[in-house]
């Protein structure tokens, strides 16, 4: 009983730090730029961000795929700015189509896990026709990596069949404590 108690109330401590944890957070786009390497492949309509309030940043892209896609890689990076951007942990390639048939990589599970509520890129292989991202914004409790505060650039490059199809960069701010910056 006592116990259970002291259980509960670990809990309920537990469970109000994390809350706070995240109010406390700013986890925000700042730059979006995408390119196309092959037109005849993949061109891009509108990229765009919208900020809705000071901490809230909308990020919206369509695109469409001309040619049916089962062979797709993604070269993903994450900069962080001191002195200009600076390779910074993540420095991978994913298998698009394998990944999304396992699920598999933790850190694209965290990519993915962001993005997937607002996009139609949320299936399995082959990918043609239009592509949408809608009012896609951060939500920092989806982030399970221990993020410094600081300034990012997400590189993420793009290959169909091994050749360079198009790059997506965004920039991202992360300030773990807004008590700090005050
Ligand atoms: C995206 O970022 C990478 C890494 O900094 C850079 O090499 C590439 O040129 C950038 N692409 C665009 C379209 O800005
Ligand atoms: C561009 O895409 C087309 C398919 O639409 C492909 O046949 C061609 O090889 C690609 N070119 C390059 C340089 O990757
Ligand atoms: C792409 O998005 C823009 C802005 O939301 C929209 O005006 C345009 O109609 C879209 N393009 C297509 C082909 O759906
Ligand atoms: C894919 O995204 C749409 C919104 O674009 C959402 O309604 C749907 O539940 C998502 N599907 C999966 C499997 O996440
Ligand atoms: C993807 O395409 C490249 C180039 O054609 C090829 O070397 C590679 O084996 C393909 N990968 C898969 C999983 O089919």
């Known amino acids: 009983m006592r116990c259970q108690l002291i259980i509960s109330a670990l809990l309920g401590l537990f469970l109000t730090f994390h809350i706070n944890i995240n109010d406390a957070v700013v986890f925000k786009f700042t730059n979006f730029v995408c390119e196309s390497y092959n037109q005849s492949w993949f061109v891009f309509h509108n990229y765009r961000l919208k900020a809705v309030s000071r901490n809230k940043v909308l990020l919206n892209a369509n695109g469409t795929i001309l040619h049916p896609v089962n062979n797709a890689s993604v070269h993903v990076r994450i900069f962080k700015r001191a002195n200009g951007y600076k390779p910074w942990v993540v420095d991978n390639y994913f298998d698009v189509c394998q990944y999304l048939r396992k699920r598999n990589q933790p850190i694209a599970?965290?990519?993915?896990?962001?993005?997937?509520?607002?996009?139609?890129?949320?299936?399995?292989?082959?990918?043609?026709?239009?592509?949408?991202?809608?009012?896609?914004?951060?939500?920092?409790?989806?982030?399970?990596?221990?993020?410094?505060?600081?300034?990012?650039?997400?590189?993420?490059?793009?290959?169909?069949?091994?050749?360079?199809?198009?790059?997506?960069?965004?920039?991202?701010?992360?300030?773990?404590?807004?008590?700090?910056?005050n």
Not at 148 to 174: E, H, R
Request: with cysteine; proline share 7%.
């Open 109 to 181: 599970n965290i990519i993915y896990g962001l993005f997937k509520d607002f996009s139609n890129l949320n299936h399995s292989c082959p990918y043609v026709g239009l592509q949408t991202v809608k009012d896609f914004y951060l939500r920092p409790e989806l982030l399970r990596l221990p993020f410094p505060t600081g300034d990012y650039l997400l590189a993420l490059q793009w290959y169909f069949d091994k050749k360079p199809l198009a790059d997506t960069n965004v920039s991202f701010t992360f300030v773990e404590d807004l008590m700090k910056r």
